[in-house]
DNA sequence: GTAGGGTTAG
């Protein structure tokens, strides 16, 4: 037995008037399909479940349930189409691979990629259609490597992928920045003559050369395309800008004939990123429609280079001007509040969270456990942290990064423990930060901290950064093992990172431990500054030299790995 | 009227 409760009271109303209208003409599947198609969606929807309960099979089942599972799952019926899963379980339905594919849609719109995939797994025949989509799914909500192995996976099937395939995959090439699987793609798109035809795989390829900083590739792909769109436009402005190429970004910017407002958000963002906040602002004044993006760019913008203050300040002008705020300005001003220590405009962006209806939103969430634990309102941060509907990972690193920086390494760890129990979920790079910073802070064993360093490589594949590599650092310094310190920089070879080194040196000051701060310092410290400050105005002879006369010197032995043996890693392949 | 899959800003 279906039900099918609609909440909405206007539809009730509504229902009253057209009801009979659709009830007297809806005893066949062809007038329910065609009202779900144009109007009086409700109606048609009792009429349905009507139907479907006095045993009505639909002549052509698959279409009528596949129109009935896309009418009520856009209008968030989520019962209904649970419940219609279940009726195509039990009616035998689930080998139509069509209905499978509707049904897919649905649990990835309600965020059930976990059903989607079940579903998927359960299906005797998926189609092109299947793969792609659960493929899109896992991209879209940001789980790239599950994404990408699940497209080498239909690689090795018999099925053939097609255009669709390779967008959402690219998308995931160029946020994991892999730009030697995204070449490959890019070849595989090629031999299969797909590269001409398509205005969509076109523009992924240049946002994928884009962001893995191969602005050269881009252009080419750009320069190639037969048919361009305003996306096509948009992704080439962004893979110059972000390349450090704001002039030929300018340039292009100039050539294109319809530029949108995500074109002008680019250019804020590139400014922005350059600290050139008047031509920023000059953007912001000038452009045809900003939106809320708009003004959160340079928000960010002022968070990122650390002006707080002005942050705030632009946040109060955002409000004044009627900028509609959504779930980023609140998290943004919140980073903001958070540095400064704030608590009352904390509360006050909380509460405007909750009138917004913004505050169960994981980004703003995050941001509130964020800003009450670094205001050290502990309490306030779990509050937020237990009560949150749905946690993703953001939310847990969150809280844990609120026991580390509080200095409650128990807490911590029983969290981070209660985190390798969620069966969704996988501790990434910065939960491991979190944890390690933690225990290079507080009296914990070395052999736990040791413990999950290696947890991180061996057990989550995750690549130390040299960011955990410092937190390793600093817990050794802090027992004296200073020269055990000294190895792990070598070892993992962040001998030409000033950052590890200026935490070796850190640590051994604060150990006051003269001797070796000076062995640290005299020998390597100052090539290294140089070499970073070289590096950064990109005198590469200069670093070049630099990094011959420490290696003559015998201070450091450059570590050689396979590029493409690192990037396995990277994704665990 | 042919249903189910794709790309860009934070």
Redesign the pocket.
Known sequence: MLRFVSHKVTSRVYSTTTRSHVGSTASSW?TV??????SGVIDALHAAVELLNDGDKPD?A???L??L??VSGNHGYVSLCRQLHGYVVKHGFVSE??L???L??FY??SDSLEDAHKLFDEMPEP???????L???Y??SGRFKEGLCLFLDLHRSDVV????????V??AC??LKISWLGACIHSKIVKLG?EKG???????LI?MYG?CGSMDDAVLVFRHMEEK???????IV?SCS?NRKLELGLWFFHQMPNP????Y??LI?AFVKSEDFNSAFQILSCMPNP???????I???YV?SEQSREATLFFTKMHSYGVRL?E??LS?VLAAIAALVVVPWGRVIHSCGLKLGLDSRVVVASALIDMYSKCGMLKQAELMFWTMPRKNLIAWNAMIYGYARNGDSTEAIKLFSQLKQERFLKPDGITFLNLLAVCSHCEVPMELTLGYFEMMVNEYGIKPRVEHCCSLIRAMARRGDIWQAKKVIQEFGFGFDGVAWRALLGACSAGKDLKAAKAVAGKIYVYIVMSNLYAYHEIWREVSQIRKIMREKGVEKEVGSSWIQEQNVAIQL
Not at 127 to 133: L, T
């Open positions: 062809t399909v065609s009202a779900l198609a144009r052509d698959s279409s009528a596949v129109h599972l896309r691979t069509r499978s594919n509707s897919m849609r990835k719109k189609d092109v259609i299947s793969w792609n989509s493929v899109s799914g991209v879209q992928p097609n255009e669709f395939s390779f967008t959402a690219l998308a160029a946020r797909m398509n205005v969509v795989v076109g523009n992924c946002d962001k769109d305003t996306v096509s436009w948009n992704a962004a972000r949108d407002t995500v074109t958000n680019e963002d939106n809320s993006s708009s003004w959160n760019t928000l960010t913008g990122n959504d980023y300005s943004i």
